[in-house]
């Protein structure tokens, strides 16, 4: 998967770099947490919403926890398959 942002001049001539919507509900901005992907709308970073659940917190509290909807943690796993899917892993030697 290849993104970029779309740097564009605002009226005091510096740079502003746009959010980025990479997948559904998950968007990424260079200001929220160092450009990781978040659940849109929020700070809240799609690895922690997947290592709370790995860590074997429920869904609907990972929901309670961070404000999300049901949507927002399926969001964030269907992004990670996503990811998963298109990697590949090679033998060396």
Same mark, same amino acid.
């Given at each position: 998967?290849?993104? $970029?942002?779309?740097?564009?001049? @605002? &009226?005091? !001539?510096?740079?502003? %770099?746009? =959010?980025?919507? /990479?997948?559904?509900?998950? =968007? %990424? ?8 992907? =978040?659940?849109?709308?929020?700070? =809240? ?8 659940? &790995?860590? !074997?917190?429920? @869904?609907?509290? @990972?929901?309670?926890? +961070? ?5 927002? %943690?399926? &969001?964030?796993?269907? +992004?990670?398959?996503?990811? /998963?899917? $298109?990697?590949? /892993?090679? &033998?060396?030697?």
């Amino acid at each position: 998967m290849s993104e $970029s942002f779309a740097p564009s001049m @605002v &009226a005091n !001539g510096a740079l502003e %770099v746009k =959010v980025m919507r /990479i997948a559904p509900r998950i =968007v %990424v901005d260079p200001a929220i947490r160092f450009g990781k992907p =978040v659940i849109e709308g929020t700070r =809240v970073p799609v690895e922690l919403v997947l290592g709370k659940l &790995a860590a !074997g917190m429920t @869904v609907e509290t @990972v929901m309670e926890d +961070y404000a999300l909807s049901r949507e927002d %943690v399926l &969001a964030a796993l269907a +992004y990670a398959a996503e990811r /998963i899917a $298109s990697e590949e /892993i090679r &033998a060396i030697g």
